[in-house]
């Protein structure tokens, strides 16, 4: 189901105004200098505003519009017919193709609207974070589209098996860093105890803060958590909710993969807003056992290793612990979206987490792939394989679910993952 791009949504929608309780604010740390009060050199002003905002529905400016639809919005969704029959299963799949994107994810929806607002606030370079590269790669094409400079702190263990997407960003004019870096004080540090540091998100987080602020015409951006990110990304769930309502159906089950919560909140959050109005819904997020960050305590704590960031409430595995890279590093985080978290908490998100050899989760990308063509990214495998776990389930109790799930990104650049689990 294509939407003409005249039906591309024109406001983002945020859960704030619907949630059944109020959003625990972030908070300072109870020692330390005050991380609130340095928010403002932290972020753009304007995604600060969006953070807190209670507005049900936040108009896109006419210009983002205009760049979503260079990038290929509306993007299809799809009902995996073939798939469904390969599995001889009565539910219905489809899922919503956000793998159709000039660098391969869903993370262009927030770094195209993050860049054209940092350079209508005037700043002329952003510097970020990246894991599985994704992020990074969208805000370096985002950012050479509006015309500023990208740094980008890439964990060091997926950098290192990832060259093709490290030519990638640079093809876009960003400078690329493996993290722990000698750039910053905060990698200086961890290469002094390990030269040979993995990093981790958490890390790359903290140099990317690092760097910003000793740059006043520099200014830092994050591709998912924070409630911004997931505001920008409900584009994704708004046009499957426009494209169901075409088709005459709505889902009774919805996947996504979790890492930060970006791509899963995108999609999800529109149609959770019904399940909060007395809508029956399952939300299944797919995870990895290398970082089930929905399955640790609900406290607060800080977003990222170096503790630079204010505490937010949320989901977390503590932000200092060490996770076992995996190939859909995109889902190696400590922590969960506060908005997600908050819903969880409340009962209306479950999760499940895959074995960190992943074999399964690409076992079933590969029946995917057989059966529909397209090449998941290893982090959108897992959604995959859940929906395809939901389907045998249906399988096996005849029931007639319809099952939406998300396509995060593509595997063009990821092929050495398929093969090493796949042994290709
Ligand atoms: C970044 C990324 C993820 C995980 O991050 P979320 O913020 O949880 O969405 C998943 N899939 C792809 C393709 C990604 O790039």
């Not at 908070?27 to 002003?45: C, F, I, N, Q, V």
């Not at 390969?86 to 993050?114: D, R």
């Amino acid at each position: 189901m294509n939407l003409p791009v005249e039906e591309m949504p024109t406001h983002w929608y945020n859960i704030q105004a619907d949630l059944p309780e109020p959003l625990p604010p972030p908070k300072d740390p109870p020692t330390g200098p005050s991380r609130l009060k340095a928010l403002p050199e932290m972020l753009l002003s304007e995604c600060l505003r969006q953070e807190t905002s209670t507005e049900r529905w936040i108009p896109i400016p006419e210009e983002i519009l205009d760049l979503y639809a260079q990038a290929g919005r509306p993007r299809p969704l799809i009902r995996a017919r073939r798939l469904e029959k390969a599995l001889k299963t009565p539910a219905k799949m489809y899922y919503k193709a956000e793998f159709y994107s000039p660098t391969g994810s869903h993370k262009v929806n927030t770094a195209l609207a993050q860049a054209w607002y940092a350079k209508r606030e005037g700043y002329e370079r952003l510097a970020t974070e990246t894991g599985a590269g994704q992020w990074g790669t969208a805000l370096a094409y985002a950012a050479s589209l509006v015309g500023l400079k990208t740094t980008i702190y890439w964990v060091r263990a997926v950098h290192d098996w990832k060259p093709e997407r490290r030519a990638f960003m640079r093809l876009y004019g960003a400078e690329v860093h493996a993290s722990p870096s000698p750039a910053t004080k905060v990698g200086r540090d961890l290469l002094k105890k390990d030269p040979k540091h993995p990093g981790s998100l958490g890390i790359a987080v903290s140099e990317g803060l690092e760097d910003a602020r000793g740059d006043e015409k520099a200014i830092y951006c994050l591709g998912s958590v924070l409630s911004h990110v997931l505001l920008h990304q409900t584009i994704i769930g708004l046009e499957t909710k426009r494209q169901f309502e075409l088709l005459g159906e709505y889902p009774d089950t919805l996947v996504s993969s979790l890492g930060g919560g970006s791509n899963f909140g995108g999609f999800a959050l529109p149609f959770l807003a019904d399940a909060i109005h007395g809508k029956e819904l399952r939300f299944v997020a797919a995870q990895s056992e290398a970082a089930p960050n929905l399955q640790g305590e609900y406290r607060y704590d800080f977003a990222d290793h170096a503790e630079l960031t204010p505490m937010l409430k949320m989901y977390t595995l503590g932000h200092t612990k060490e996770m076992r890279p995996i190939k859909g590093d995109g889902l190696r985080y400590h922590g969960c979206a506060p908005v997600l978290s908050l819903l969880r908490h409340l009962g209306y998100i479950d999760t499940i987490a895959y074995p960190a050899d992943e074999k399964h989760v690409f076992s079933r990308a590969r029946q995917f792939v057989r059966a529909e063509g397209f090449l998941p990214a290893p982090e959108s495998a897992y959604s995959v394989a859940c929906a395809i776990d939901e389907a045998e389930k249906a399988k096996d109790s005849g029931e007639k679910k319809t099952i939406a799930f998300n396509i995060s990104g593509h595997g063009f650049m990821d092929m050495p993952g398929y093969s090493e689990v796949l042994g290709l």
